[in-house]
């Protein structure tokens, strides 16, 4: 899909490269593939922090920073981030970011005149800016949804589920949402969300993240990560990402503690983020789990490959407020998965046929699900070749960049 003229697009985001899991994986390849499809990009984006929660390195000092990066014109704002990130503390951490990033915002709708102002959420807080930036430039707003906030906020328990201020921040989301002129999710669990909260059906779009199925691929060799990280057993349950509070990830060392029998098994938890510390204190004095930074991404596929079974672990209460992006990746690997979710969710959708699912907070169940997939293999590779399949039909990134293009052309016209 290709049209007359190039799209002039402003992209206003918390989460950006040099950030390497999550939200800003998405952003920044969204950005870098209309740029590369010859659309005019520009980003104003916040410092990167994720998910160690401190700047990065080569952003530290100044308020703003400009720079050119894959033919995208970006621009940093600083922001407060919190060393804790507890409830009121995010709260501060996305409002700083909203209120920092407006000026710059502004001056480019002014001067830019986009088609399209895309305001990635989170940050929520900050989204109302991104409208009004639409109407600075003349251009069409979009928002899309990465995650609920207000509701995996109160699912993780960062939040009251119930108060004044819980009631404001609803009642704010939906004016929010209902304010652009579209809304984009990652699932379709997530659009009907957004139709709950009073979005016009025929405006929802479903934009989902993307497997890299040209990068990872089902491995072929022994993983390298083997001998770096002296693991000797046959089978490795991987789980790899962020080490937060919505991911439920507790429940694993629960499962290495049950199955610490199996001489044929090691638990690896590859990941960042302000519940490692915690996790590592409950796993003390298990020699069957493994805990290891988050790796470059040029050996992303030798990680994966890594996997006999891929852990999805998540909170119950959060698996229709978010459809967790290592997902893709992970049916992409050509490994079995299993995810902590209910039957009627949309996670439960969709890993369904690729994996197995355990009610959320079931470690005996978890464990008995593991120990089914490590001693039939016959199963574990019917749901890895399935996986694959799924992320070639589902998740791969030029087919889903191709439909983006093809609303922007719709919401344009």
Known sequence: MRFERPLKILIHGL???PEMVGVAVYTTGLAEELARRGHEVAVVAGKAYYPGWMVHPDLRGGWRRRTRQNNVDLTYVAHYIPANPSGLKRVLHHMSFAFSSVIPLLLLAWRQRPDVVFVVAPSLIAAPFGRLAALVG?????????????????????VARHGIGTRLAYWFEERVLQSFGRVSSISPAMCRKCADKGVAVDRIVEFRNWAEIDHIRPAEGTSTYRMDWNILTPHVALYSGNIANKQGIEIL????????????????????????????RLAEGLTNVQFHDLQPKERLNDLLGLATIHLLPQLAGTADLVLPSKMANMMASGRAIIATTLPETGLAEEVSGCGLIVPPGDAIGFARAIETLLDHEDIRLEFALEGRKRAEE??????IIDHLEADFRTLLE
Do not use: M
């Not at 610490?260 to 090691?266: E, F, K, Q």
């Not at 589902?394 to 087919?399: A, K, M, N, P, V």
């Open 15 to 17: 989460n950006y490269a």
């Open 394 to 399: 589902r998740w791969e990134r030029g087919s």
């Open 253 to 280: 060392v629960e499962v290495a503690k049950s199955l610490s029998h199996r001489a044929d098994l090691t638990f690896v938890i590859c990941g960042e983020g302000p519940n490692r510390v915690h996790l590592e």
């Open 138 to 158: 003349g251009a069409k707003s979009w928002i899309h949804i990465q995650d609920f906030e207000v509701e995996a906020a109160i699912a993780t328990g960062l």
